[in-house]
């Protein structure tokens, strides 16, 4: 498998109920961040996690990381119908030389549809 | 709140012809990025560039690619003979110059490239 796996594919849910998605990856990072991208639109930065960090909290969205596992979690409390999109996990590879030109890997994303 | 912009947002090519994409990213912000998505698939890296040069790019970023930024504000990919498989959505993105990668990336709206 790739790089920054997200599951479940598609998510499906009513207004008001919480929203769990899930990441994996494979190699060493420098950190993690979730994205959303709205239908034929860009992709607008969520939350970003650092490898030195475990839990990170912004509004209704919590993240958390288990870089043992090489995974993370994005969820997403009291839902809404605006929250209806798909959700994207990405990557920053760490390096030992310390340089980072940001390079973000992308997953294959979470469709995620909130029902009013 | 500052903005990255591309244009145009539908570029309709004929194969083999040349194409150039244009983007317009946020003016303090060093680090500049192509991805692209092919439909229905993940967002994939094609190339960063800092400090007037090519940091990082992808085995996708072949010869037929190039990209420049003439002018200190505009950011510009050039795909020399377009073919089928390049259609796709086309996203630039930047970053400010901090923070060894631990910065997100902001993203345009990005440009439908469809190649006939």
């Known amino acids: 498998s790739q790089q920054g796996e997200e599951d479940p594919q598609a998510l499906s849910i009513q207004e008001g109920e919480n929203a769990t998605m899930n990441c994996s990856y494979k190699t060493s990072i420098n950190n993690l961040q979730w994205y959303r991208q709205n239908s034929g639109r860009g992709l607008v930065h969520l939350i970003l996690?650092?490898?030195?960090?475990r839990e990170k909290h912004s509004g209704r969205l919590r993240v958390t990381l288990d870089t043992s596992k090489k995974s993370s979690s994005l969820l997403i409390t009291a839902s809404r119908a605006a929250d209806t999109a798909s959700y994207f996990c990405a990557t920053v590879r760490s390096n030992a030389g310390g340089t980072s030109y940001g390079k973000l890997t992308f997953g294959q994303g979470t469709i995620l549809t909130v029902h009013p | 709140e500052p903005e990255v912009t591309q244009t145009p947002s539908h570029q309709v090519t004929q194969m083999g012809q040349e194409v150039i994409l244009r983007c317009v990213p946020i003016s303090n912000h060093l680090y500049f990025y192509w991805y692209r998505q092919i439909l229905g698939q993940k967002v994939e890296f094609l190339v960063s560039f800092y400090n007037n040069e090519i940091s990082e790019k992808s085995e996708i970023f072949d010869d037929q690619f190039s990209v420049e930024r003439p002018d200190g504000s505009n950011f510009t990919l050039k795909i020399r003979s377009t073919k089928l498989e390049d259609s796709a959505m086309y996203f630039c993105?930047?970053?400010?110059?901090?923070?060894?990668?631990?910065?997100?990336?902001?993203f345009g709206d990005g440009t439908r490239l469809s190649i006939l």
């Open positions: 996690i650092r490898s030195n960090e």
């Open positions: 993105a930047s970053r400010p110059h901090r923070g060894r990668g631990n910065q997100p990336q902001h």
